[in-house]
């Protein structure tokens, strides 16, 4: 092997190599029906209004806008709508929501008021229609994970307006697309506060091999990476998370193709 060749090689097989690891899916024409929409962040909840309610969703239908909804499971195996591992936050209860059953999550009061942690078939049924992002919460290991997909894919087969699905998990984002890849699939990233050299260059972008997400969600205040750059390079669809008020949501507006929101103040 010549020298020229070596040094060839030596350039373009890690670029290879990189761009099979970030490289999402091929864009397609389903993923546009979640572009260019506003999806309020856990439903749209205020004082008095608890994220991942049914009142939140009730405001949030009010208003006509999507919903964001987070999901994992309960202690008997039911998918509920719920953000934090544990219920301390929420519920005012030191015990972590898969430690419960679906009845006895039922009876938690989320932040004082009359609502309580809902099915995510109820939660549903009370969206009436509107566009859905249903993000998979991987909190306990990767066996986990698969039976929550697999029963959150069959409760959204039965919903008459559009979902998609969205995680930090890219084992929950590659059991999409292995088991259900006409379901529109995204992957959450996070960019460390400290960023090292992965996180400079891909977050956890890299993992795009195993689900090859239809689209991409970060906090819209990241300044992107290389790998990220690259990645709209490939035409993908960036999500944005949360800005907060009409001020964050018009700077959101004109980096991103999608946006989950927060309001500052009570709907009226």
């Not at 309960?74 to 709508?81: A, H, N, Y």
């Not at 009359?114 to 109820?122: A, D, K, R, V």
Request: glycine share 4%; hydrophobic share 45%; aromatic share 8%.
């Amino acid at each position: 092997m010549t020298p020229v060749v070596i040094v060839i090689l030596a350039v373009f097989l890690p670029v290879l190599l990189l761009f099979y690891l970030l490289s999402p899916a091929a864009p397609r024409p389903e993923v546009d029906a979640f572009t260019h929409q506003m999806y309020a962040h856990r439903g749209l909840h205020a004082p008095g209004i608890p994220e991942n309610s049914l009142a939140a969703f009730a405001a949030a239908k009010k208003l006509d806008v999507g919903v964001e909804l987070d999901v994992q499971l309960s202690l008997d195996g039911e998918v509920m709508v719920f953000h934090d591992a544990t219920l301390h936050r929420m519920c005012a209860c030191d015990k972590e929501l898969s430690e419960l059953t679906a009845e006895q999550l039922a009876a938690c009061s989320l932040s004082g008021t009359e609502e309580h942690i809902p099915t995510l078939s109820q939660a549903l049924e009370s969206l009436k229609g509107l566009p859905v992002i249903c993000e998979i919460k991987a909190v306990n290991g990767v066996r986990n994970v698969e039976q929550l997909c697999r029963k959150t894919e069959a409760i959204l087969r039965t919903y008459p307006g559009r979902y998609c699905i969205e995680s930090f998990s890219p084992f929950a984002v590659r059991w999409f697309y292995k088991h259900a890849p006409d379901i529109v699939r995204g992957q959450l990233v996070n960019i460390p506060k400290k960023p090292e050299l992965h996180t400079l260059l891909a977050a956890n972008l890299c993992f795009n091999f195993l689900g090859r997400p239809d689209f991409i969600a970060c906090n819209f205040r990241d300044r992107p990476t290389p790998g990220m750059r690259a990645v709209r390079a490939m035409r993908t669809p960036f999500f944005a998370w949360t800005p907060r008020g009409e001020e964050q949501i018009a700077q959101a507006e004109r980096r991103f193709d999608t946006l989950i929101f927060e309001q500052t103040q009570s709907p009226t």
